[in-house]
């Protein structure tokens, strides 16, 4: 990393060398084997900090170039994730081409694993989108270089609880900035997505009196939610353009983009889900510029990260709890330095994110 500065794939060419320059990735591992149908990419985008850690995602793309270029995505993602959360991890991921409904078996995860065991501990696996704690314990039959393994296997088990828990922080420390007062007793909250992580976190929050909104296309999780939590059930479309203090993401991404920018009446944007702005410049700019405070994607949901790194020293929950909570203190940073480099919130994690990795790259330029 020789400068600080963002980068930009072009969405619409595809040339992966000058791609991997622009985006400075260390490696990308094309995986292929015939017996078990595995078609995998291993993307490993900087590893001065540590080993590349990032999971693993199984998905039916419709090219080979857009899984290529999803790993590098996501893994560039990692990086920026691990260093922002103050770890010694770097940034990596892995793709698996296929439809994780049938294509899946016993010897396509172990042999993933092979490929993992022969990067020797320089990435390290977890699950993602599409593979289950089920597929990592067949890759841990292969590989050591696995983490997010259940429980009864020494691992930290689900870290949705703790990816909301560092959610929630995220939230009080927007509201800190946004009302100089970090409570969120009778501010009006509206989650959209509430499935592992949403549904947590609307325990934190109904737990400090907020007046809670929230859409789902899960029928039987909006119930649990109104009985639960009080909340109030709002359609899919009609929440973006509710007249709320908070919008919490906590569902897809890309849900800040040009269709739904001009809706939005809330003042914090603060929730977990990946990738929540559709063009992390031009809708970046665009919250900064209309005044709504936003609360960096990565920078909010490391909770999940630090809980699976946390099994590297024998995990406790409570260790990966306390390291989460710090999430506060670094989102109130990230918004000092949006406003002092007069520069977006995602923007000024990113930046900061790089920092970190240039200054550690200098502390290991001697034995
Ligand atoms: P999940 O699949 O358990 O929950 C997602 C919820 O969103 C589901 O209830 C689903 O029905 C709902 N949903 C899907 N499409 C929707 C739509 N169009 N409108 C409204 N709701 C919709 O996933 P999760 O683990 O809770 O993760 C949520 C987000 O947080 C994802 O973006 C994920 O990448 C991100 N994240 C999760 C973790 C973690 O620890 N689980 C860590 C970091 C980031």
């Given amino acids: 990393m020789d400068d600080i500065k963002t980068e930009n794939l072009s969405a619409t060419s595809f040339d992966l060398f000058a791609d991997l320059e622009e985006t400075k990735h260390e490696q990308i591992v094309l995986c292929q084997d015939q017996a078990t149908g595995l078609k995998a990419i291993i993307a490993i985008h ?3 900090l540590g080993p590349g850690l990032g999971g693993t995602r199984m998905w039916q793309y419709a090219h080979e170039k857009d899984a290529i270029r999803d790993a590098m995505r996501l893994s560039r993602g990692m990086t920026y994730k691990a260093s922002i959360a103050g770890l010694n991890l770097g940034g990596a991921k892995a793709v698996i081409i296929g439809d994780p409904k049938t294509m899946k078996s016993e010897a396509l995860m172990r042999k993933f694993g092979r490929y993992v065991d ?10 993602d989108v599409g593979t289950t704690t089920k597929d990592m314990e067949y890759v841990q039959m ?5 983490v997010g393994l259940p429980e009864s296997m020494g691992g930290g088990g689900d870290p949705s609880p703790v990816t909301a828990y560092g959610t929630y922080m995220g939230i ?25 992580v949403g549904m947590h976190l609307l325990d934190y929050l109904h737990k400090e009196n907020a007046k809670l909104y929230v859409a789902d296309i899960n029928d039987a999780a909006l119930q649990i939610a109104a009985n639960k939590y009080r909340a109030i059930i709002v359609s899919a479309e009609d929440i973006i353009g509710l007249d709320v203090d908070i919008l919490a993401p906590c569902a897809l991404g890309g849900i800040i983009n040009d269709d739904t920018l001009p809706k939005l009446k809330c003042q914090i944007i603060a929730g977990a889900a990946n990738n929540q702005l559709e063009d992390e410049i031009i809708h970046g700019d665009a919250l900064k510029s209309s005044g709504i405070i936003y609360a960096p994607d990565f920078v909010i949901n490391a909770g999940g990260l630090i809980n699976v790194y946390s ?20 989102i109130l940073e990230i918004y000092k330095k949006s406003e002092r480099d007069n520069v977006n919130s995602q923007q000024a994690a990113i930046l900061h994110a790089q920092k970190r990795i240039q200054d550690i790259m200098l502390v290991q330029s001697t034995y």
């Fill in 46 to 48: 900087n590893t001065v």
């Fill in 311 to 330: 099994e590297y020293n024998g995990y406790v929950r409570e260790n990966a709890m306390a390291q989460t909570e710090n999430i506060y203190n670094t």
């Fill in 118 to 127: 022969n990067l020797n501990g320089k990435y390290i696996t977890a699950e």
């Fill in 142 to 146: 292969e590989t050591d270089h696995v």
């Fill in 172 to 196: 009080k420390a927007s509201a800190k900035k946004a009302w100089g007062n970090e409570s969120l007793s009778g501010k009006s909250i509206a989650v959209v997505g509430i499935g592992k």
